[in-house]
Each structure stands twice: as structure tokens, then as C-alpha cells.
């Protein structure tokens, strides 16, 4: 059974730091490509970042320059550091599991809450 569980959303003012942690369980992880994404209130999900199986990223373009997904294959782990945090921010973040020569996630986590507010 595929587990993707996220961690470490709260409550952050503008400004901030926050690191986003999933840990998966159940597959392949070193051979597939993962993500984060976000989903503001009354809003779509969007891409935050991606990263393959080699290490290659990618990024949304509101949060280039300010978040850094890295993966850590010993430990089944994907992560999303995000530094100086604004208030748009605000949404819960997903992360997802592609598996190869798919264009979209194969499977998601249940979701972590962020806020950023004074």
C-alpha cells in the first residue's frame, strides 16, 4: 500500500521559514519523480516543485528564488525548504508521486496546512 505523509505546515508571520517533510512508504522511491503542490482556498492546485529520480528540478514561478525541494533516497523522504514566506503562500501543500514516463502524480498525501499571517 502507498503512504505519502506530510509534516512540519503551521503557522509562519511573513518573512518566515518553514520545512515541509514527506515521507513515503510503499514505493520505488529512488525511481520516480516527486512534487509538491499547493491549493489555496477557492483556488486550483498548483505546481510548487519538482524533483526527478536524477535530481533534476523544477519550480512554480511565484516561488522561484524562495523554496528548495531536495530528496533524500536513504530515507524515502522528499523535502521542501521555503524561505521568506509571504502571505499568498497560504494553502495546503501536497505532496505527489509520478512514476516514470507519466505526466501527471500517480499518488498524493493527505495534505499539510500552511499559514502565513501576522
Known amino acids: 500500500q502507498v503512504q505519502l505523509v506530510e509534516s512540519g505546515g503551521g503557522l509562519v508571520q511573513p518573512g518566515g521559514s518553514l520545512r515541509l517533510s514527506c515521507t513515503t512508504s510503499g514505493i520505488f522511491f529512488s525511481g520516480i519523480t516527486m512534487g509538491w503542490y499547493r491549493q489555496a482556498r477557492g483556488k486550483q492546485r498548483e505546481l510548487v516543485a519538482t524533483?526527478?529520480?536524477?535530481?533534476?528540478?523544477n519550480y512554480g514561478n511565484s516561488v522561484k528564488g524562495r523554496f528548495a525541494i531536495s530528496r533524500d533516497n536513504a530515507k524515502n523522504t522528499v523535502y521542501l525548504q521555503m524561505n521568506t514566506l509571504k502571505p499568498e503562500d497560504t494553502a495546503v501543500y501536497y505532496c505527489a508521486a509520478q512514476e516514470p514516463y507519466r505526466n501527471t502524480p500517480d499518488y498524493w498525501g493527505q495534505g499539510t496546512q500552511v499559514t502565513v499571517s501576522s
Open positions: 524533483i526527478s529520480r536524477g535530481g533534476s528540478t
